[in-house]
């Protein structure tokens, strides 16, 4: 970490369980041994400087698997170090008792992922609306993923999705990445909505560089940074490099007074943790 930037705490908000970067092992993750995959999380966790990570469960049943659920949850009581967050499909016929489920297991949220889930069209905002309402009934944060790229780029949209959903209900709603090559859209819809927010994970060391970059520092500074988190995405984006992109971002356009803010404020009062 760069020595000109020191935090109280750091909270990391979009992680993943399994260690690898393996969506066939995520998306199934109640198919293998949870409490191991869990217990190893919690390790990474108690050596890393992160002191608080959301966990986003990607695997969309796992809420309707008692035991895979009870050693999660069991996982995250013993340790605290951790909040879960679920992958939910607005497509299935008991979304909202999943809904259910999670906000009785005491996830801080739900995930909506466009590209995973291929939705996100106009057509399914309905559909989608719906399972924001049940969030927001449950006091949970909805997480958009909002990365821009893949093979499906040019079929969903993450911050699209988000917008029109901010209209909807008055829950918060978490761009995931910010936007990527979107982040002018996404920094828009924040100013826009009081609740959407955005977060920098796998963005800022993936766009160093880039132009993209300089379009997060304007959005930080155009509406100041009580609207960002920091996070990886681990295990898709490395931890070292993740901090050191947002220190040296922090440094290099003297905003080293909102280190705070960006690393752990924002996101524990968001997700009241
Ligand atoms: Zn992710």
Known sequence: MTSTVTVE???????????EPDYSVESNLADFDVAEIAADYVNRLETSPVD???????DESLVLDEDALSELVAARDASGLFSLVFLVDPFAADA???IERAAEAGAVGIKLHPYQQNMGDADDFPRV???????????LVTIIDAAYGET?????????????????VDSPILLAHGGAVKVLDA???AVTFDNVYLDTSFSIPYWEGSSVVQDYVFAMEKMSMDKWMWGTDIPYMGLEES???????????????HADALFHE???????L
Do not use: C, P
């Open 187 to 189: 920094f828009s819809t």
């Open 9 to 19: 705490r750091i909270v990391d908000v979009h992680t993943h369980l399994y260690a």
């Open 129 to 139: 609306a719906k399972v924001l309402r049940t969030a927001e009934r449950h006091d």
């Open 52 to 58: 608080h990570a959301i966990a986003i469960v990607m």
């Open 152 to 168: 499906q780029m040019y079929n969903y949209n993450g911050v699209r999705l988000g917008h029109s959903m901010a209209k909807v």
């Open 243 to 257: 901090l050191e992109a947002a220190q040296s971002l922090l440094v290099e356009n003297e905003l080293t007074d």
């Open 96 to 98: 909202e008792a999943r």
């Open 266 to 272: 924002n996101a524990t009062a968001l997700f009241d």
